[in-house]
């Protein structure tokens, strides 16, 4: 197998571990620790909305770590002796920064800075969430805020 083909499938397999983290910023996915709690709800009228981007962790071991274990497998496989060392570090090393790199790029999300006027009190506010299922605010939508613990999210 050449280098070449090495590079390739461990690229693939980085980008498939990191692929599978999810940031649940969005209105409708609740992380397990959020289900049967009480949450308050209060609705609203969408007044803007502004198109943002949501950036991507870096602090995730998976992008991080995953890539530190396949380049310092990569590296091993160069050279030889005190050459096969250095290059298993410099793998590991490079490795670890690609697949941050690439966690960050694979967890940007698009999102909506949404400004909802609150019914009952006609006070102005603003939430930030992740865009899901292509489901866009738009303004004049009745919303729902559902607050519990400092986090608020905003459903139709």
């Not at 870096?58 to 992008?63: E, F, M, P, W, Y």
């Not at 590296?75 to 941050?100: E, F, H, N, P, W």
């Not at 603003?126 to 459903?155: C, M, W, Y």
Request: aromatic letters at 4%.
């Amino acid at each position: 197998m050449t280098m070449q083909h090495r590079f390739l499938i461990i690229l693939i397999i980085l980008i498939t571990i990191t692929g599978c983290t999810t940031s649940g910023l969005s209105g409708t996915t609740y992380s397990r620790t959020d289900a049967r709690k009480v949450q308050t709800v209060k609705f609203g009228t969408i007044e803007s909305v502004t198109p943002v981007v949501i950036e991507g962790k870096t602090d995730g071991i998976v992008g991080t770590g995953s890539g530190a274990v396949i380049g310092g497998i990569a590296g091993s496989t160069v050279g030889g002796g005190k050459g096969r060392s250095i290059a298993t570090v410099v793998g590991a090393v490079a490795g670890g920064l690609a697949g941050q790199a690439a966690e960050k790029k694979l967890t940007t999300k698009q999102g909506q800075e949404l400004t909802i006027r609150l019914e009952a009190t006609g006070d102005l506010i603003s939430v930030v969430q992740e865009v899901e299922n292509d489901q866009f605010f738009k303004p004049g939508d009745r919303i729902r805020l559902l607050q519990h613990g400092g986090n608020t999210r905003v459903a139709y």
